[in-house]
């Protein structure tokens, strides 16, 4: 909870993806934590919601609908799958592998092989939740920069 409320404090939308039906999802979730944690999320997308389940990017683009967020690089979605990333890969968004099986890099290498026929791969792998914050964190902050170096520079071709 205190990790979701950090990242939607910095004006981060948060959303959960799942296969499931949604009358167990909605149950499942309210059975994590209480659903105190469910308070921070902005889009919840189950697999009867769109026409296909993952691996197709249908889920996650109905949650960038919902979200009214752009379909773009700087959308993340986190998984624990390869069908994860094979649905963000599909859908234009960054694939972040969350490895919370604690795979070694030569399984890793081995399931996302990056061949003509298996072309999928993470833009990112992490192994836990204290990663994937500093990787939020290094994101923001050069989101930030480049925000602040535009600003600077329309300034400057202002004057």
């Not at 205190?2 to 009358?23: D, I, P, Q």
């Not at 009867?48 to 691996?55: G, N, T």
């Not at 968004?93 to 003509?116: E, H």
């Not at 170096?149 to 400057?156: E, I, L, P, R, Y």
């Amino acid at each position: 909870g205190a990790m979701l409320a950090e990242f939607r404090g910095h004006g981060v939308k948060l959303g959960v993806l799942s296969n499931r039906k949604r009358e167990f999802m909605e149950y499942e979730i309210r059975a994590v934590d209480g659903g105190g944690w469910l308070q921070h999320v902005d889009t919840m997308v189950c697999g009867d919601d769109v026409p296909k389940r993952k691996p197709a990017p249908d889920q996650i683009l109905k949650a960038l609908e919902n979200l009214s967020a752009p379909r773009d690089r700087g959308c993340w979605y986190v998984g624990d799958s390869t069908t994860d990333v094979v649905a963000a890969n599909d859908a234009g968004v960054s694939a972040v592998f969350y490895n919370g099986a604690g795979w070694d890099q030569a399984w890793i290498d081995r399931i996302f092989p990056d061949t003509v026929r298996h072309p999928h791969k993470p833009d990112a792998v992490v192994n836990d939740f204290g990663e994937l914050t500093r990787l939020v964190g290094l994101f923001l902050a050069s989101t930030r920069a480049q925000g602040a170096a535009a600003g600077s520079s329309s300034t400057k071709l202002a004057r």
